[in-house]
Every structure is written in structure tokens, then in C-alpha cells.
């Protein structure tokens, strides 16, 4: 069928043409390797740590920087990341979006040169703390974990939590305040230092397949070669941030596209009264307003991309987009979750799954409303949230 893609507005016909074929490249990887294991892993809550060689493979960490595609490859590339599973979309998003991006933005050359190899190779596997037990949207205010001076070394005490990937990572960059001078720091911690304990969080509803923890430091000794020399204020931890709420609001695009892929197919070959669902024109209806929500999201982050490309896009540009994808995309999941009926509440039908990652989306990387007050900030010139 014609649209049967999604891609309503062939927003990909922007991409050049090699970018294309490494898309349908990954597209086709994505089908081979990850969806059919995805509702299996999320239903186990596990993480299947065989994939990590195969994504070392597949050599798609730093697209933007280390490999020159433009940021619309790379969203849309994180978009199919997601519409095949959501979970490993995250683990990227971890590894790739808040570590990487945190060494790339922050780290010196020294430290880049020395720690940058290993990461895009996947050898090293990354995560990024900074939310605490009592610091989530306040994370500004709220990072209560400290850092203390100690000749050539620091001393990191504190707690994270949610921390994706943690439970196995080989590497965090915790995010502590200095207590010299009252400024958020970053540092590069190795996972098996003596003082450093990570629990996976157990029992979520949503991507059960990522391993998010709570990390405790317990006088953690770190050598200052390890202090991200460029991460020294909350402002700087705000770069990298920036920039992977793009890669947020790319998910919402794939988590609507998902939806409206199970959506369609079910309702084309689902009967009732004699005749497939979508023969009913309220449901052509609801497919119709998902399809509607998933172009237009992905329209505005069509936009976003070339403004990240020509280094126009601010701290509001992301965050609106963060805030409209992610509501757009909770309308989706949930049109899409009825028109599977009771299926829809099963995981194996895949939409149950949807519908419920949706939620971490919504609520990561600044809620829904944080992003929101970002953008009223911009556009009122008064904060509502400080
Ligand atoms: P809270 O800040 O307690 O907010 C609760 C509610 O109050 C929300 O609805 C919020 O919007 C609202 N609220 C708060 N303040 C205001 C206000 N001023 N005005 C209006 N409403 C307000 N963090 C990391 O550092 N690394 C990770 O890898 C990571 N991965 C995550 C993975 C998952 C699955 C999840 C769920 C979270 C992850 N996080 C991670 C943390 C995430 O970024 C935080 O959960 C998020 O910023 C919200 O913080 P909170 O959960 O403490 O909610």
C-alpha cells in the first residue's frame, strides 16, 4: 500500500542519497535483529546483552560529529530505532546521545583523544548521571551529590537514580557539586571503583528492556584527569542536554509511527460485522489522526534538524519540540491501543508496549511540563519555574 511508511510528506527525499541507503540499511538491520526479540526482552525486563557486539557493527554511534551525516539522518535514524523497540532506541540514547555527547562537549582534546576511540567502538559502554532521588526537574538546584577537592583527586559522595545503562555500564559521567564552589561538575567514573554501587530499579511499566538504576558514591576517590575540564556549571551539563532532547522528541516521532504501523495492519486485517476494521470510517478516522500527529511532529523536527545543521536551534526550539511530539504521541498510542481492543492491553500485540513506553518519553529528559515552561519562558520573557 502507498503511505503504508508513514512518511506522508516523503520527508526522506531530503536526505542525500547515500544517507538513504545507510537508512534502509539500518531499517532493514532494525527488522532483522531487534523487533523480533523486542516484545520477548520487555516482557523479562531484561536486556539483551548479545545485541551489543551487533550494534558495534552496525558502527552508528556520534552520526552527526564523528561521521558528518546531518542531524535529519540522524533523527530519522533514531526515529526507525524506536518504531522497532523503544528500549533499544533508549540504550542509544544513553550510550550514544547523553555520554558521548557529554565526552564530545565536554571533554578536553586529551580526554577525548584517549577516551573517544573506545566508546564509538562500543568496547566501553557509557551512561549518564545526573537525576537524583530529590533532584529531577530541579536537578539544576537539586544536585545534592558532592565533589571535594583532594590534591590531585576528587571525592564524590551522593545518590543518582534512573540511571539507563548502569547496571552494566563500564562507564558514568556523574554530574556533582563542587563544594569549593558550588558549581555542577562533570566527571568520568570507572563502574568498578571501590564506593560505587548501582541497583536496578525493578518493576517499571514502561521500557522494562532498559536497566535504569539507583547509583549510590560512597567516598569515590577520582583523579582530576577524569574531571570533564569544560564541565564545570549546570550551563555546561545544558549543552548536552540541548541537544538529546532532540533525540527525545525524534523517538516520539517513531513511537507515533509504530503506532500507527500496528494500528494499520490491524485494523486492515482485523473483521468485525463482516468487514475490516478499517472499512469503518471511525476508524479511518483514528488512523487518520495518527497519521496526522506523526507528520506533523515529524515536520517540526524535519525543521529543528536543518536549524541544529546551521547552528540556529536554542534551548526553546528543543524544548517546544520536546513538549508538542511527546503530547501529539500520547494521543497516538492511546487512539492506537483502542482501535486493537483488547489486544491492545496484551504485550504480545506489541501496541501494549507502545502505548506504555510512551510514558518514560513523556515524562524523561524534562517532563512534558518543564519543556513546556522552557518555552514560555522564551516567549513571555518570565520564568515560571525558578
Ligand atoms: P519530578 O521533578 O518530581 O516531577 C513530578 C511532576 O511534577 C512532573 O509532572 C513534573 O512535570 C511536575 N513538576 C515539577 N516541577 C514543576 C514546576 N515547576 N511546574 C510544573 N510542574 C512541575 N536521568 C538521568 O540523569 N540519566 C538517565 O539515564 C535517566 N534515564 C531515565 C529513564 C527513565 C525511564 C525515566 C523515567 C527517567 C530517567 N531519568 C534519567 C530521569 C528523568 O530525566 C526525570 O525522571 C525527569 O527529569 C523528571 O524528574 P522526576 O521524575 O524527579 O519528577
Known sequence: LPYADGDFYAFESLLSEAERTRLRDVRDWLAKEVRPIAVDCWNRAEFP????????????????????????????MHAEFTRADTSIATFMGVHDGLFTGSI????SKEQQDAWLPDIYAMKK??????TEPLGGSDVAGGTRTTAQRDGDNWILNGAKRWIGNATF??????????VADNQVKGFLVDTSTPGY????????ISLRTVQNADITLKNLVVSDDFHLKG??????????????????AWQAVGQQLAAFDVARRYAVERYQFGKPLAS???????????????????????????????????????????AFTTARMRESVALGRGILGGNGIVADYEMAKIFADA????????????NSLVTGRAITGLAAFV
Not at 546483552?49 to 530519522?76: C, H, T, W
Not at 497519521?291 to 524544548?319: F, I, P, T
Open 169 to 178: 555500564s563500564d562507564w558514568v559521567v556523574i554530574y556533582a557539586r563542587d
Open 49 to 76: 546483552m548479545e545485541i551489543i557486539p551487533k550494534l558495534a557493527q552496525l558502527d552508528m554511534v556520534s552520526p552527526v560529529r564523528r561521521q558528518g551525516y546531518s542531524n535529519l539522518f540522524a533523527g530519522l
Open 359 to 370: 510514558e518514560a518519553i513523556y515524562s524523561y529528559e524534562g517532563t512534558h511540563e518543564i
Open 125 to 130: 559502554i557509557g551512561a549518564f548521571g545526573l
Open 231 to 248: 564541565a564545570n556549571s549546570f550551563r555546561d551539563t545544558n549543552k548536552v542536554l540541548k541537544v538529546t532532547r532532540l533525540g527525545v
Open 280 to 322: 469503518f470510517q471511525l476508524v479511518q478516522d483514528q488512523l487518520v489522526q495518527i497519521l496526522g500527529n506523526a507528520v506533523a511532529s515529524m515536520g517540526m523536527m524535519v525543521r529543528l534538524a536543518q536549524m541544529e545543521d546551521a547552528g540556529q536551534a536554542k534551548d526553546e526550539h528543543s524544548a517546544l519540540a520536546k
Open 104 to 107: 564530545e562537549a565536554l571533554a
Open 197 to 204: 554501587t548501582a541497583t536496578k530499579i525493578e518493576n517499571k
